[in-house]
């Protein structure tokens, strides 16, 4: 198999990261340009985004999420189905917002040269402060809900694809994380990990 993406994708690293951590190796193809708007470019992804998975006989997994759960096969994983709270649910939620948000202001304002104040990125940027403040505030308590409830497990979406996203933050330099200290404090632990320090964000 092989995954068409970038080191540099918040998206395509939290694949690589799952693909560490199972020991599933993967050659990258590398999208040289991210405003390119021919699926094939992006590994016949009609949505034109990153990642695509090619298996080997040629079939096609889309997006960071299903690639996971087809690496990580028989792992103890908790997928974001399996959290049973409300504050569980609403942390994945959370999540998924400051990953789509963060990548919308990139290409907006970074790679279309969109002026930050215009009233799409102003809205996308306040709303991830929103997801991100909701996060500092209960990042703690859903990963010791996590602990109670799923101790066994050889991974987690919430926790890989959290850190993915903190640290994404100061590779791309679009938000400060260190005034939100419990976010800052599990980015440091989780960056701290084998399968974090082998999938460094760099650009191809």
Not at 128 to 156: C, F, H, K, Q, Y
Request: aromatic content about 8%; hydrophobic content about 50%.
């Amino acid at each position: 198999m092989h995954i068409v993406g970038r080191r540099s994708s918040l998206f395509t690293r939290v694949a690589l990261v799952f693909a560490h951590e199972c020991r599933v190796p993967l050659e990258i193809v590398v999208v040289t340009d991210m405003t390119e708007v021919d699926a094939s470019a992006y590994g016949g992804n009609p949505a034109l985004k990153l990642p695509t998975l090619v298996r080997d006989d040629g079939g096609r997994v889309f997006g960071a999420l299903n690639i996971a759960r087809v690496i990580a096969g028989d792992a103890r994983v908790v997928w974001p189905e399996d959290v049973r709270s409300d504050r569980g649910r609403n942390a994945h939620e959370m999540v998924a917002h400051a990953m789509a948000a963060q990548i919308q202001i990139i290409m907006g304002t970074i790679v279309g040269k969109v002026p930050a104040d215009n009233i799409v990125f102003a809205k996308a940027r306040r709303g991830l402060e929103g997801a991100l403040a909701w996060l500092d505030e209960n990042v703690d308590a859903v990963i010791d809900e996590m602990n109670d409830e799923l101790p066994t497990r050889d991974a987690s979406w919430f926790e890989h694809a959290l850190g993915c996203t903190v640290e994404h933050f100061a590779f791309r330099g679009t938000v400060a994380i260190e005034p939100y200290r419990s976010l800052a404090r599990f980015a440091t632990a989780w960056g701290a990990c084998e399968a974090a320090t082998a999938t460094a964000y760099r650009f191809d």
